[in-house]
């Protein structure tokens, strides 16, 4: 875990230019194709859905954002074997520099503790393109573990990434 204090902070339509400028840094962008999706989610988070701002003692650092998942939207992307109400994670480190620093697992670790306190969720998954191993090493410091390849969307083939949280309570 990182040695500095990571909390995770209320994302409002402040930092959206802060997202933006995150979602261009090229070693964000290949991992974000469709920046103007991501901050329309951003400006107005779907149903069921929420954020936060990843802070540092660098400052803002970078931006997750959570969902819960329904059946037909599981069903939808070829997920049959997740149940529903599992949480949906997204995460990128967008600050220069900070990548690498544990800020993301420990970000992650605190999104966990707080979704474990809601006994309906069963899961939380991450999708990560199969390339993009630093994130992959990333999420498994957080307890997150590879369990099958899926395409998403059109995005590509990308690994599913889990976290059981019926096993922590």
């Known amino acids: 875990m990182s040695s500095q204090v990571v909390r995770l902070e209320s994302f409002s339509s402040a930092h959206l230019p802060l997202l933006e400028a995150w979602l261009a840094q090229p070693h964000v962008a290949p991992w974000y194709p469709r920046p103007a999706d ?5 400006s107005d ?3 069921g859905g929420a954020h936060a701002l990843i802070t540092a003692a660098d400052g803002p650092v970078g931006y997750v954002r959570w969902q819960y998942v329904d059946r037909a939207t599981l069903d ?3 997920l049959p074997e997740i149940p529903a109400n599992s ?4 995460i990128l480190i967008g600050a220069t520099g900070c990548a690498g620093r544990q800020i993301g697992p420990a970000a992650l ?5 707080q ?3 809601d006994p309906s969720v069963p899961l939380l998954g991450l999708t990560s393109a199969m390339t993009n191993t630093r994130a992959h090493r990333a999420f498994a410091k957080a307890g997150f573990h ?3 390849q899926y395409d998403p969307n059109g995005l ?3 690994h599913l990434l889990l976290r059981d949280l019926r096993l922590e309570r």
């Open 38 to 42: 991501d901050l329309a989610r951003a």
């Open 45 to 47: 988070p779907p149903s």
């Open 76 to 78: 939808s992307i070829g």
């Open 87 to 90: 949480v949906d994670i997204d």
């Open 109 to 113: 670790h605190l999104l966990a503790q």
């Open 115 to 117: 979704l474990l306190q």
């Open 146 to 148: 590879i369990v099958r």
């Open 156 to 158: 590509g083939l990308c």
